[in-house]
C-alpha cells in the first residue's frame, strides 16, 4: 500500500470539533511512513491543547489497522502544528475571493422556466467572447443547469489551500470559469437541503471560490423571490441585476417581484435591464422570418411600464435548446440567436460602463 492511498483512507478520520472536516483536508497529517512491515502517520495539533487530541490519535490508528489489516504495524505519532491554524478560520466566509471582481450581476426572474439559466449561461459565453474576464456561478442548488449547459457534468472542481482557506478551484470552458452545486454530487442524486443548509451552500459557491481577476461574476438566481435570494444578494454584495422575462409572463406583478428582490429599501440596488426571452419564433427552416406569437412589444412595455430599460431580445428558436441540451451554448455560434447574445453582451457592459 503506498502513502497516496494511505492518505485517501485517513479522510475517514473527522475532527468533529471542526465542523466534522477530516483530518487530511485540515492539514493535521504532517507525515506518512511506509518501512518493511510498519506504517507510521505523524498528526500535527497546535500549540494549544486540543481536547480532542487523545480520540483523533485512536481514531487514526483505528483506521489504520482496518485498512491494513493484520501482519502491519501501525504507529501513531503526535507533532507541535508549526504554524496552527487560527480558530475557524479554514471554514468562515468572507468577501476576500471577490476583491479582484469588478462587477458581480444577479441574473433573476420573478418566475421560474423563462430561460433565465439558458439567458446567464450564453450572456456569460458572449461576454467571454467579446473580451470579458468572466465566471458564472449557478446559484440554483435544488436544480443545477450549469453543468449540463456546458457538457462539464463529469468536472469535479480541485480544492486549493491559501493561507489556510480552503478554495474551490472553477472549472473552465468556452473562456468562462463556471461553478456549480451539481460539480459535487453525483449524477441523479437528488439534492435534498433544508434552509439553512441551502443557503449556507449557496455562499460557499460563490464566496469560497478562486475566483481570480473577472470582469463579470454572473449568479444565475435560484427560482423564486423569498428570504434566501434577499440574504444572498446582501452577503455577497451584488451590484445590479438583469431580470429574464417572457412575452407570455402576462402578469407584470411577477416580473416585478423579480425585480423588487433588488429594489427593496434595505437593499436597494439596480436593475441593469429586462432580457425578453423566446421574444419571437423563427422556424429553422426559415432563419428570416419572425413569429411574433405572444405580441410584438411585450417586453418593451413592461420594461416601461417597470421603468427598466429593455436590454435585448432573445429569439425562441429550436438551437437555443438543443445547444443548451447538448452543452455547446448558441451564444459560441455565428447564427441570428448567437448575434442577439452578443448584442446582449455589449449593451451589459455598457451599462456597467465596463473596460475591457
Ligand atoms: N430562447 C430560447 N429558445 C429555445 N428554447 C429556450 C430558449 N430559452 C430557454 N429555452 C429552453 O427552455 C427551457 C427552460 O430554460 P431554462 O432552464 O434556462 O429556464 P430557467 O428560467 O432557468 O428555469 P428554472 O426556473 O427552472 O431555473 C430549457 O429547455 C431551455 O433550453
Ligand atoms: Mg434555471
Not at 490519535?57 to 482496518?66: H, K, Q, S, V, Y
Not at 437541503?193 to 455562499?203: C, D, F, H, I, Y
Request: contains cysteine; hydrophobic residues 40%.
Amino acid at each position: 500500500m503506498n502513502k497516496e492511498e494511505i492518505r485517501e483512507f485517513l479522510k475517514e478520520v473527522h475532527h468533529p470539533a471542526k465542523d466534522d472536516r477530516n483530518i487530511v483536508d485540515l492539514g493535521m497529517v504532517q507525515d506518512i511512513d511506509t518501512e518493511g512491515d510498519k506504517v507510521s502517520v505523524t498528526l500535527g495539533f497546535p500549540k494549544q491543547r486540543d481536547p480532542l487530541k487523545k480520540y483523533l490519535l485512536g481514531a487514526t490508528r483505528a483506521t489504520l489497522i482496518r485498512h491494513l489489516g493484520p501482519g502491519i504495524e501501525a504507529e501513531v505519532k503526535e507533532v507541535e502544528m508549526p504554524s496552527p491554524e487560527p480558530a475557524g478560520k479554514g471554514t468562515e466566509l468572507t468577501k476576500e475571493t471577490l476583491l479582484s471582481v469588478k462587477h458581480i450581476i444577479g441574473i433573476a426572474s420573478g418566475k421560474g422556466g423563462v430561460g433565465k439559466s439558458t439567458v446567464a449561461v450564453n450572456l456569460a459565453v458572449a461576454l467571454a467572447r467579446i473580451g470579458y474576464k468572466v465566471g458564472l456561478a449557478d446559484a440554483d442548488v435544488y436544480g443545477p443547469s450549469v453543468p449540463v449547459m456546458t457538457a462539464t457534468e463529469g468536472a469535479r472542481p480541485e480544492a486549493e489551500n491559501i493561507n489556510g482557506k480552503d478554495y474551490i478551484i472553477p472549472i473552465e470552458k468556452y473562456g468562462v470559469k463556471w461553478m456549480s452545486i451539481g460539480y459535487f454530487a453525483e449524477k441523479g442524486q437528488a439534492l435534498v437541503w433544508r434552509g439553512p443548509m441551502a443557503s449556507n451552500a449557496l455562499k460557499q459557491l460563490v464566496l469560497q471560490v478562486k475566483w481570480g481577476p473577472l470582469d463579470f461574476l454572473l449568479i444565475d438566481m435560484p427560482p423564486g423571490t423569498g428570504d434566501i435570494h434577499i440574504s444572498l444578494v446582501q452577503d455577497i454584495g451584488i451590484e445590479g441585476a438583469v431580470i429574464v422575462t417572457t412575452p407570455q409572463t402576462v402578469a407584470l406583478a411577477d416580473v416585478e417581484k423579480g425585480a423588487n428582490m433588488f429594489r427593496n429599501e434595505n437593499i436597494s440596488k439596480p436593475i441593469f435591464g429586462l432580457v425578453e426571452n423566446m421574444a419571437w419564433f423563427t422556424p429553422e427552416e426559415h432563419p428570416e422570418e419572425k413569429y411574433y406569437i405572444f405580441g410584438r412589444d411585450g417586453g418593451a412595455r413592461m420594461a416601461e411600464q417597470l421603468g427598466i430599460p429593455l436590454l435585448g431580445r432573445i429569439p425562441l428558436v429550436q438551437s437555443i435548446r438543443e445547444n443548451g441540451d447538448d452543452g455547446t451554448p448558441a451564444a459560441l455560434s455565428s447564427r441570428p440567436d448567437g448575434i442577439a447574445f452578443i448584442e446582449l453582451a455589449g449593451k451589459l457592459a455598457d451599462r456597467c460602463s465596463a473596460e475591457r
